[in-house]
Every structure is written in structure tokens, then in C-alpha cells.
């Protein structure tokens, strides 16, 4: 399925006057599919699995900033760690550890989205408060890898105030985060990732700075 240049075009204009970032979801999508978008000028793409991920990167062109927006597995972090260029989904302590083992290993500094749970579902994955407060603590430890703010995905719903509400939930733990961890590890988390393609503007409108967009722009998913 060709690339709606249209909304894509549409999107960037309005992401643009809001200073938010797109990131393409090219999760099942061809080789051939984001080159398409990359001729447009698109450069951050998301990818939900490991293999999938690594069979593209080799295919592709080595400017693409790769996001890994799925559930990632400890064991399978060493596939991406090479050339990742940031992890959305840190959900546990444990998964950080082996992001920083994996990071040193190739002589880098990964950056890593810190992933909140903040849907009504219990098939989403994430921090709650209390083990984000726990992770915080930890983080004086870990050279290898840098906690540049927050994501999480709101509920799959129609109703849309529930929605805005979860968005609203997790732009106030960001606030607090922006007070913790500059004192855990000296910098200060400036993304907050949340919107996807039926939810985004809900999402801007409560102050994410960067949205995962797939079936938009690219048509629905395999």
C-alpha cells in the first residue's frame, strides 16, 4: 500500500506548529514502503519487534533514527543495542540493567523513554508510580544509558474524555519527573511520548512532544 503523502504532508504541518515530533510506525510495513516516506524527508521510524527491526535496519538507510516502541525482552536487547537510537518501552528496572550492559558493550549511551502504565487495560505493560519513584533511585548507577523523559498509551476506547484524562495523568507524572531526575542523574527528560494515530491530537493537546503514528499515514496495519 503507497504512502498517504497527503496526511503525511497534513501531519507535519500540524505537528510542526505544535514543535511535536512524528514518529513513523512502520511496524509490517515493506523496505520499499519507508523508503517511500524517507524520500519525503521522514527520519524517526518505530518498530514493535526485534527481528523485524534488525532484518530492516541493514536494508536501510544508516541516517534512519530507529525507535523501538514494542515490549522488549531482556535477551533481545543485544540485537538492537548496536544501533538503536531510542528505547520507548523501558518497563523495569531489570530491562534498564541489561539496556546499560548491552549500551557498554558497544562503547555507547543509549537513550530510553521510561514507560508509564496508564491505560485502564491490563494487557498494556508499564511503570506505576511507585516503581518509577524506585527506578529514579537507581539510576546514579547507570553510565551506559539516558532516561530522556516518558511514554505511555492511553486505553483503546471510544471515549475519548477517558483518553484526555490518561494523557493528562501522565503529563503530571512528567512534571514531577522533570523536578526527580535531574538531581538522580544531572540532565533533565524533555520527551514525553504519547499519541498514536486515533488519539493524537487529544494527546498534543495535553502536552506530549512526540506522537507514534502508523495506519495514518501508511494505511492500516497488516
Not at 541493514?58 to 533481545?76: E, T
Not at 505493560?125 to 530522556?148: C, P, S, T, Y
Amino acid at each position: 500500500m503507497p504512502v498517504n503523502k497527503e496526511a503525511y504532508q497534513q501531519l507535519i504541518a500540524d505537528l510542526g506548529s505544535h514543535q511535536v515530533e512524528l514518529v513513523a510506525v512502520s511496524k509490517t510495513k515493506t523496505v520499499e514502503e519507508i523508503k517511500e516516506l524517507y524520500n519525503m524527508g521522514q527520519r524517526d521510524f518505530g518498530e514493535n519487534y526485534v527481528q523485524e527491526l534488525v532484518e530492516k535496519q541493514v536494508q536501510l538507510p544508516a541516517d534512519i533514527r530507529w525507535h523501538f516502541i514494542g515490549h522488549l525482552q531482556s535477551n533481545k536487547v543485544k540485537l538492537i543495542a548496536p544501533f538503536v537510537y531510542l528505547i520507548q518501552t523501558v518497563d523495569s528496572l531489570k530491562l534498564l540493567k541489561e539496556i546499560n550492559k548491552q549500551a557498554a558493550k558497544n562503547n555507547r549511551v543509549i537513550d530510553c523513554l521510561l514507560q508509564i502504565h496508564i491505560a485502564q487495560e491490563e494487557t498494556k505493560f508499564g511503570l506505576d508510580e511507585l516503581e518509577l519513584h524506585e527506578l529514579v533511585n537507581e539510576l546514579h548507577e547507570l553510565k551506559n544509558v539516558k532516561i530522556i523523559g516518558l511514554m505511555g498509551m492511553a486505553s483503546f476506547t471510544d471515549d475519548m474524555e477517558k483518553v484526555r484524562d490518561e494523557f493528562r495523568y501522565l503529563k503530571s507524572i512528567f512534571n514531577k519527573l522533570i523536578t526527580e531526575i535531574p538531581i538522580a542523574i544531572g540532565t533533565q527528560p524533555v520527551t514525553l511520548s504519547m499519541g498514536m494515530s486515533s488519539d493524537y491530537t487529544f494527546a498534543v493537546e495535553e502536552g506530549s512532544t512526540m506522537v507514534r503514528i502508523g495506519s495514518l499515514i501508511f494505511g492500516a496495519r497488516i
